[in-house]
């Protein structure tokens, strides 16, 4: 295993991304699901969710692209912890909504741009 990959893995690690596996997965499963992705399909407190979801992943993409370009940054760090910490705060709303299959659906197109960025 290279550098990279080594600082790669412990960046995922650091910033809580392992710690959501298991919901992903679920929403994997239901994403493979004939169902159509779309914010219409979803209730009204599940599009409150997902709005304030959104927020929280622009927030958490942008601190990502600064530790990309100065991993080191004490001040990008604590961005990270930040953000980490209300990452945490959603994990009941989603294992809850991601019992719906339109949700999931939602949710797994939302999160790609996320995992793009990592």
Excluded at 19 to 37: I, R
Excluded at 77 to 92: D, Y
Excluded at 98 to 108: G, H, I, L
């Amino acid at each position: 295993m290279n550098d990279k990959e080594t600082s790669r893995r412990r960046f995922i690690k650091y910033a809580g991304i392992s710690t959501t596996g298991a919901l992903l997965s679920k929403a994997a499963q239901a994403a493979d699901s004939p169902v159509h992705a779309d914010f219409n399909d979803l209730n009204e407190e599940q599009k409150e969710f997902m709005h304030r979801y959104e927020k929280w992943m622009d927030e958490f993409t942008g601190v990502v692209r600064l530790l990309k370009k100065d991993p080191e940054n004490p001040d990008y760090k604590q961005k990270m912890e930040v953000a980490t910490e209300k990452a945490h705060l959603f994990k009941s709303e989603i294992a809850e909504h991601m019992k719906d299959k339109n949700f999931a659906a939602v949710y797994m197109a939302s999160i790609k741009r996320v995992k793009a960025e990592i």
